[in-house]
């Protein structure tokens, strides 16, 4: 094959298209977050305050009013008690979803298809009426204004997700585990050196929704957590009058801060491809 | 061959070892020089005599009951709580369960020690036993603790909530009062009441669109942008990628109730609008009686929330396609869209069909969406404490929490149930990726 040194027309439309299309999502996925953070920079802190999208003048007083005055919001109480319950509850999940799906994908046993017919219609039933009960359970286990009953509601339901990791390890071909016992591994083998360096990707992408989940979560908090010394950010945002937009605004900003970082930090994998070349045939 | 089987079963039945396990956990392996394995065993069945002795008993004659005495706070008498009783009835039930299901396989862990004793082989021990759990049985291990975990948080609330269906809880009736069981009287309700049945095919139509059409726009919205940032001819690949990134880190509550101030009157977006005359004075998009613009502020939001995490797993899916494929289909002189429709399609559609249906059901219960996009609870003339663009989950939240009708919102979700269920199992059986698991392997 001869290389082609001038640029063909259609792909330089294809290129020119594609570059239009990026742009135009990247707008829109770009302009309310950049709306919200300008709000948080707003001097005064009422909606209504705004001249079209923007606000007439910047300071950083929302700030030093969200950090300050502790009496009407504990916010660093909220965001610790938010970073604990993400955390402990990311490490359990990706641990048992993960092992949930492989096992699934890859053993066949007698109640295996039952078990994924009951996941899904698990999966069906209404969130919310569920909570009635999930309150009398909890109050009963004397878990409620406790993170660690919310860590077990977080970990238990995640684990009901592993249909889309199994989908992932369904991908992975035989051929891999095949070789290794002819090798003589163990099964334990061959998931730690075989299963979970292949599948890194979706390792991570597994980490990064079960910490997203409780960090962004509502309504199990709001449920759960009575006392305000027990409150997650998302539970003391939401108890903010209308009139405190930019306080809002700029309590939203370090939330997404800390999944920003964690994506950027392992974004690589999320892409990187697992089992290509692993097996040549 | 069935007869030796038979007749293997048989005289399994007639050594006295088996008899013992079948009498009491653990003796038989005892008998088997497996003490270490025997006396757990039989720890685990003192224990639950206790357990029944103590506690079991009475509560499986609450669930029954669901308490006799009823209490009065004021002159400080401590009656029954029934709803309790019924949640540690339930829980009682699944133990006695379990503890049935663990005392079954004890009985055939012993008759396979005791056939492997009759063919003269040694006897594991206890160190051995649990190698063996281990390597062959790696299943049992890793699926353990997550089915405790799913029983505990996943299936008692349903339970719980399908039995709540059938007593007069709610209203006016909740402890300290005495809760009873009512049979199908909620479900009569339900059905010769116009308003209930007129809001639920309302609601359901309005639900049912909503998740086919939410489904739609995310899934294939986020298979177009995996495309897209996939694109050969696209530099700075990573960088582009994180602004659908900012969207996926943004907690929708946060992102919900920014559209919500975004869109609403005293919002920048109808300012604009009224300020550069292309709306009348009274234009809105967010009020009580609102329908259509909200709906679709509705199917709006939720693709800037729902699509980035689909694109990172459909990006996540494409890089797992065997590179070798394209390959052989290149040498074989397939362009770009035949590449696409024969090769990518087929394969990220078997891959993520988990994935139609998780978002399916997702946007089907998506609760968040229109509770933050319509704070104020205010009800539409026509439905019975709903609002028009309330899906089927809102208007349970306004039935049991805003309004505590706890049973006839329990029978509601039954018949929803039913009808999801039945809808989800069809579509996963029928799916490729059930029916032809190892295609890709």
Known sequence: ?281 | MEAVQNASKKSAFSDYRVRLSCIFMGLGQLFCRQFIKGALLMLLEIGFILFLVFAGVENIIGLFTLGTTEGVPIMGIEGDNSVSMLAWGITTVVLVLLFALAYYANIKDVVYTVGEIEKGNRVKNFFESCQTLLNKKFYFLTLTLPLVFVCIFNVMPIVFTALVAFTDYGGEIVPPKLVSWTGFQSFRVIFTMSEYIGTMGKILAWNVLWAVGSTFLVYFGGLGLALLYNAKCLKWKRFWRVFPMFAYAIPSFITLTGFYFMFCDSGPIVGLLKDWGWVKENFTIISYDSKWSLRLLGFFCCAWVGVPSVMFLATGILSNASKDMYEAARLDGANAFQQFRYLTLPFVLFATTPVIISTFINQFNNFSIFYFLRPETVYAPGYFNANSSDLLINWMYNLTVENRLYSLGSALSLILFAFMALFSLVAYVTSPAYKKEDTYR
């Open chain 1, 1 to 281: 094959m001869t290389k082609k040194i001038h640029i063909r027309p259609e792909k330089a439309v294809k290129t020119a298209l594609v570059y239009l299309l990026v742009l135009i999502v990247s707008f829109l996925f770009a302009f309310p977050c950049i709306w919200l953070v300008l709000s948080a920079f707003n001097a005064e802190g009422d909606l209504l305050t705004l001249e079209g999208f923007f606000p007439q003048e910047y300071s950083f007083d929302t700030f030093r009013r969200l950090f300050t005055e502790t009496n009407k919001y504990t916010y660093w109480r909220w965001f610790g008690n938010t970073f604990f319950v993400a955390a402990v509850s990311c490490i359990i999940s990706t641990f048992l979803v993960i092992a949930v799906a492989y096992t699934i994908s890859r053993y066949r046993f007698k109640s295996r298809k039952a078990m994924m017919k009951a996941t899904l219609i698990l999966g069906i039933f209404p969130n919310f009426m569920n909570m009635t009960a999930l309150f009398v359970i909890m109050t009963q286990l004397h878990l409620i204004n406790n993170l660690w009953g919310l860590i077990l509601l977080y970990s238990s339901g995640a684990t009901m997700g592993f249909l889309v990791q199994k989908g992932f390890f369904d991908t992975i071909p035989g051929t891999i585990y095949d070789a290794a016992t002819l090798d003589g591994a163990s099964d334990f083998r061959v998931f730690i050196s075989i299963t979970l360096p292949l599948s890194k990707p979706m390792i991570v992408y597994t980490a990064l929704t079960s910490f997203v989940w409780p960090w962004a979560d509502f309504m199990l908090p709001s449920m759960l957590l009575v006392d305000k010394s027990s409150w997650t950010v998302a539970v003391g945002l939401n108890s903010l009058d209308d009139s405190e937009f930019s306080i809002f605004a700029a309590g939203s900003m370090f939330v997404a801060v800390p999944i920003i970082a964690l994506y950027v930090a392992l974004s690589k994998y999320l892409i990187q491809g697992g089992s290509a070349g692993a097996v040549k045939e």
